[in-house]
T-cell receptor, first 112, second 118 residues
Framework: NAGVTQTPKFQVLKTGQSMTLQCAQDMNHEYMSWYRQDPGMGLRLIHYSVGAGITDQGEVPNGYNVSRSTTEDFPLRLLSAAPSQTSVYFC???????????FGDGTRLSIL | AQSVAQPEDQVNVAEGNPLTVKCTYSVSGNPYLFWYVQYPNRGLQFLLKYITGDNLVKGSYGFEAEFNKSQTSFHLKKPSALVSDSALYFCAVRDILISSGSARQLTFGSGTQLTVLP
């Protein structure tokens, strides 16, 4: 049982480039979310989904897009990378939004 | 709006001594409360949660937390700390009140680095 799998683990981008962070879970969880973790700021919610075809914005959605075409996958797209998006990104999933979340091991992203 | 405060960035404790990591929260309705732990270069791992019922919640690895509604606190505790407990700990809250607007979102505190000294 793989749990929540994030790829890539590390990525360096140049300002203005776009990319997609992948997230997949094999637990048939309906609720999935993306967070960014910055020093001293904890985790901040970027976008979340309560099921296939349904997404909503979190606390810091600007500069990011998501889609949820299947229960298993929830990719995060950076449209035009900026240095302020340098961070560690975590994907999480759970049966519902009041259930414990299962986290991936993160993607460490640097924007030059 | 909902919020969480972890007033201590760093907590140091000697191995074998009791530990406490503090958390206070603010919600419009009643809270769902969680504690997570993060080891270096890993994602967060669930420790325990409070939904309703007994104010003392027991979780993984010998940790427990006490819900105090009057003080709006949910402090994490362990009777006897281990060196292996050294990690970053996060408190998180969600408002039960659906009409609060943020009820589907989990809000995390800024984290407390726990160091257990041998």
């Amino acid at each position: 049982n793989a749990g929540v799998t994030q790829t890539p683990k590390f990525q360096v981008l140049k300002t203005g480039q776009s990319m997609t962070l992948q997230c997949a879970q094999d637990m048939n969880h309906e609720y999935m979310s993306w967070y960014r973790q910055d020093p001293g700021m904890g985790l901040r919610l970027i976008h979340y989904s309560v099921g296939a075809g349904i997404t909503d914005q979190g606390e810091v959605p600007n500069g990011y897009n998501v889609s949820r075409s299947t229960t298993e996958d929830f990719p995060l797209r950076l449209l035009s990378a900026a240095p302020s998006q340098t961070s560690v990104y975590f994907c999480a999933s759970s049966y519902g939004f009041n259930q414990p979340q299962h986290f991936g091991d993160g993607t460490r992203l640097s924007i030059l | 709006a909902q919020s969480v405060a972890q007033p201590e960035d760093q907590v140091n404790v000697a191995e074998g001594n009791p530990l406490t990591v503090k958390c206070t929260y603010s919600v419009s309705g009643n809270p769902y409360l969680f504690w997570y732990v993060q080891y270096p270069n890993r994602g967060l791992q669930f420790l325990l949660k409070y939904i309703t019922g007994d104010n003392l919640v027991k979780g993984s690895y010998g940790f427990e937390a006490e819900f105090n509604k009057s003080q709006t606190s949910f402090h994490l505790k362990k009777p006897s700390a281990l060196v292996s407990d050294s990690a970053l700990y996060f408190c998180a809250v969600r408002d039960i009140l659906i009409s609060s607007g943020s009820a589907r979102q989990l809000t995390f505190g800024s984290g407390t680095q726990l160091t257990v000294l041998p």
